[in-house]
């Protein structure tokens, strides 16, 4: 459980970058700083991942705005600076990762999230909010979110969680991760007894492995080349999983198996 924790809230993959220095082969090179980005990856110059950013203060909403701009992994294609505007967005533009603050000032933004699942079902939802309320923590990774960041935490990088997010991954800020950690902590404790629920126990070994390894932040490909199966082979996999678990995302499969006591 540690591990799967710690693993969402990496933030040693992704790092801003300005330049391309070259673009050959399966790896491209940016300066700003020096990193190479591989070209299987989600996010190449040529087609940056798509962002839909809201926030209601417009200060924060250009420090983010700049520092997606910078990266030519990500491409803002719109801002939204209230839920009403939020909601318009959402269905006027294509976009692949949503950053929205939670706390947005004519309503509750965890709306804009669940939108996403009948308008825009591929995007993904990255939290950005000041407060680091549990309640509305959880909730939002029940909705579907993939992400959770602190407007207050000096590791924050938005362009980061976008790409962390986009490649099958998650993103928390560490200050949260470790919230999260002791909760789970407190409800498991060491040496406790748990039993496997029904619709654990519905779970082929193989699917077992592979949730725990989604768990852990490996992507699809990942998983699937330590496993010596292909990627689509894991996605197979995932849908039989979120049947059986009755879930829709990985994140809800994840929390799902951990407060059921599979991990």
Same mark, same amino acid.
């Given at each position: 459980m540690s591990?799967?924790?710690?693993? %969402?809230?990496?933030?040693?993959?992704?790092?801003?970058?300005?330049?391309?220095?070259?673009?050959?082969?399966q790896f491209s090179s940016y300066d700003n700083p020096s990193s190479i980005w591989p070209s299987f990856l989600v996010g190449q110059e040529a087609h940056p991942v798509r962002v839909l950013l809201v926030d209601d203060d417009i200060h924060i909403r250009q420090v983010i705005a700049q520092d997606l701009m910078a990266d030519p992994r990500t491409l803002l294609v719109a801002q939204a600076g209230s839920l009403r505007e939020g909601r318009k967005a959402v269905?006027?533009?294509?976009?692949?990762?949503? %950053?929205?603050?939670?706390? %947005?000032?004519?309503?509750?933004a965890l709306e804009l999230i669940d939108l996403l699942k009948s308008n825009r079902p591929s995007a993904q939802a990255v939290v950005i909010s000041v407060m680091e309320d549990n309640s509305q923590m959880m909730r939002a990774f029940e909705l579907g979110a993939m992400g959770y960041l602190s407007k207050n935490s000096w590791f924050g990088n938005y362009s980061q969680a976008v790409l962390q997010v986009a490649n099958g991954g998650a993103s928390i800020s560490p200050n949260l991760a470790r919230r999260l950690l002791q909760r789970f902590d407190f409800t498991h404790p060491p040496g406790s007894a748990r039993q496997e629920p029904e619709e654990i126990g519905r779970l082929s070994l193989r699917e077992r492995e592979i949730l725990r390894m989604v768990a852990s932040g490996y992507t699809s490909t990942e998983v699937g080349s330590r496993l010596l199966i292909s990627g689509m082979t894991v996605n197979t996999h995932l849908r039989n999983i979120y049947r059986k678990l009755q879930v829709r995302t990985r994140a809800q499969a994840v929390r799902f198996a951990s407060l059921r006591g599979l991990f």
């Open positions: 591990h799967l924790l710690r693993s %969402l809230a990496s933030t040693e993959l992704f790092e801003p970058s300005a330049v391309p220095l070259s673009n050959s082969g269905k006027m533009h294509e976009f692949d990762v949503l %950053l929205v603050d939670l706390n %947005l000032g004519d309503g509750d």
